[in-house]
């Protein structure tokens, strides 16, 4: 199983960007899918969440600014970044639960991070 992120880049301040995350290989059931994000010196902080059932959490600083969906047919999950600001500056990692096949438990898998920049 792998997830690949796309969509990161360098945008000015009040500007928006989309990521995208993609799961592929073989999987019997993806329970939730979201998004983290590190800036530099920082520890990793949880971003949004968008569980099997259709519910979504949000970190309190991206509330009314940011968005995740996801496309359960593609095994895809977005994150809608509107009204940026230099502090969500920082590399964003996809991450899902996920359950390989009947047998097996639920594990975390990450994307490889893709870089945002939002300048002043």
């Known amino acids: 199983v792998q997830l690949q992120a796309s969509g990161g880049g360098l945008v000015q301040a009040g500007g928006s960007l989309r990521l995208s995350c993609a799961v592929s290989g073989r999987t019997f059931s993806i329970r939730d899918m979201g998004w983290y994000r590190q800036a530099p010196g920082k520890q990793r902080e949880l971003v949004a969440i968008a569980t099997s059932g259709g519910d979504t959490n949000y970190a309190d600083s991206v509330k009314g600014r940011f968005t995740t969906s996801r496309d359960n047919a593609k095994n895809t999950v977005y994150l809608q970044m509107n009204s940026l600001k230099p502090e969500d500056t920082a590399v964003y990692y996809c991450?899902?639960?996920?359950?390989?096949?009947?047998?097996?438990?639920?594990?975390?898998?990450w994307g490889q991070g893709t870089q945002v920049t939002v300048s002043s």
């Open positions: 991450y899902a639960v996920i359950k390989r096949h009947y047998f097996a438990s639920n594990s975390d898998y």
